[in-house]
């Protein structure tokens, strides 16, 4: 039976009491999204899955680092509160809105009880003229390769 590693690493994730937001890394089509769905619908989850490549407006949201201007735009996208206990938000193609990844610290730091997940499969190649940083001891990263079979 194959089964990912990364299951199992967000599993433990989500679990820890001081959680920072998870962001998964790994080229395209490795199963990053899929993966996060499938975790949430394991455990099971609400999962309130936002791509930000189909949302390219909300990169100016995510620049006031407002966390309640953020929380009350994301809860209007999804049609809910995303703030529900039992619920976790993934954040899909962050490169698409640097300052989402900016705002992640924030997340952290305001609202460590909401369990992020992002993901982006361009995170190592920002385009040209972009410039963003990563904040560093905020949030925590994993690269999911291909898959993998675990032998015991």
């Known amino acids: 039976m194959l089964q ?7 599993h433990a994730w989500y679990r820890k009491e001081r959680r920072k937001p998870l962001v998964l890394r790994g080229a395209r089509q490795v199963g990053k999204s899929t993966l996060v769905r499938k975790f949430a619908q394991n455990h099971p ?3 309130n899955e936002i791509n930000l490549e189909q949302h390219l407006y909300l990169d100016t949201i995510f620049k006031s680092l407002d966390m ?6 994301l809860d209007a996208l999804v049609g809910r509160n995303i703030n529900t206990p039992g ?4 954040l899909d193609e962050i490169q698409a809105t640097p300052h989402a990844i900016q705002a992640l610290r924030y997340f952290y730091e305001n609202r460590p009880d909401l ?5 982006g499969s361009l995170l190592e190649f920002a385009p040209a003229g972009l410039h963003f940083s990563m904040p560093a001891g905020r949030i925590e990263y994993y690269h999911l390769g ?4 675990d032998s015991g």
Do not use: G
């Open 4 to 10: 990912r590693n990364a299951e199992l690493y967000l």
């Open 45 to 47: 989850l609400i999962l």
């Open 68 to 73: 309640d201007d953020i929380i009350r735009e």
């Open 87 to 90: 619920s976790v938000l993934f």
């Open 115 to 119: 369990p992020v997940i992002c993901a």
């Open 146 to 149: 291909p898959m993998t079979s």
